[in-house]
């Protein structure tokens, strides 16, 4: 292949063709392909060109000279894009089409060409869904602000309305910044690591409306912390307070330290009648509307009757093995993470939950534990991080042959190699993309295999 003559800065027209599975428009000059930002199919758009790789290189659109029918006005691109909401220029629809297909594409890339992908199943209403929002926090013209990153980059875009976000966390957010910048607190300089408040996460609990704020800190002494805390908690709303100190030059938000400066450890939620505590670390999914239609799926799929030994592999804080352990005999999680298993434990007996263990350990070693003592598993539920099914988990499965494996992805990509793996084993049911992310390009999806 020829590389063309492009440099960065130049400004370019260029006719899009696709849409990667980044959400970005796909161009091709000659047959270098250019990923432009704010471009849809179909469209003819003014670009400048970002960057210029081997192969590859990245534009940003600059203005659309023909508009795709599939575009959405009532939304600043630019804005939405700032990172958060990098789809939602493309119409709801034609979003749920494109995560569909994207499932599609890859499954027919590893050659599994036959198996069925139904329609994806959307939200009703597809924006303020987040129950969790991590606000970076700058010095900005002198005042404390808070806003989002651009793209690619660790510029803060001040933003108050995050459109995907519970509207009673974007108050929150906007609430203790006041109350910030009422006592002169600084946000945090990251180019001189000097500053003060790096992150504001909050939680609100979509069916109990607790909320949890921490702030996190690049270092331990707030001036006024007493005030803040006392003005934080003015709010009926807010039931929990923490401190996270975190003076590393780093991209990973929480540090070492969490202290609760008011009010209880976690906030409780609800997920299919099942009350969950929630602690500051705890992975607990972040859309509830969808996570409940997920799950209800999930365990439909499985088909219990109520005699089976169910496997909750990545359980995180027992969520579905939680919520399908009355449909059971007994379920064991496993979870690499120890509080998460804590957590797990701690919930099957706030819910009153007896058939319910919970491991610490990587699913792969701890399966390959139980092939090897030839234990037996009916029914085997994952919901694996991106990369995917460890290759030595297949291989245990082959040997420990459950009857059924329930798969929830958030990789469409490792989804279709692991079950061209396991197709020689397994028939392999119908895919359903279940869209847990709206107006971002992150696709979810769930599919039962069954023993042949
Ligand atoms: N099923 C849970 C959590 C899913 S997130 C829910 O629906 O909320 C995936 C979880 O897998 C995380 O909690 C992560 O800590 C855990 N994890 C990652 N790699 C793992 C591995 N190899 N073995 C077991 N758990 C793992």
Known sequence: MQKPNLKKNQKIELTIEDLSYEGKGVAKVDDFTLFVDNALPGEVVNAVITRINKNFGFARTLDVIKESPDRVHDIDAIYAQTGIAPLSHLKYDKQLEFKRNQVVVDFNKIGLKDVVVNETLGMESPFNYRNKAQVPVRQINGKLTTGFYRRRSHDLVPMENFLIQDPKIDEEIIKVRDILRKYKVRGFDEENQKGQIRTIMVRRAYFTGEMMVVLVSRTRDISHYKDITNEIMDNPDVKSLYLNVNSKNTNVIFGQEMTLLAGKKYIDDKILGHTYRISPRSFYQVNPVQTQNLYKMAIDKAEL???????????????????????????????VIEDAVKDADQNAKLNGIENADFVVGKTEDVLDEWAKNNMSVDVLMVDPPRKGLANSLIDSLKNIQPKKIVYISCNPATLARDLSLLSDTYEIGDVTPVDMFPMTNHIESVVALTLK
């Open 305 to 335: 009757t109520g005699k089976e030994e169910v496997v909750d592999a990545y359980s995180g804080i027992g969520t579905i093995g939680l919520s399908l352990a009355d449909k059971a005999k007994h379920v064991t999680g496993i979870e």
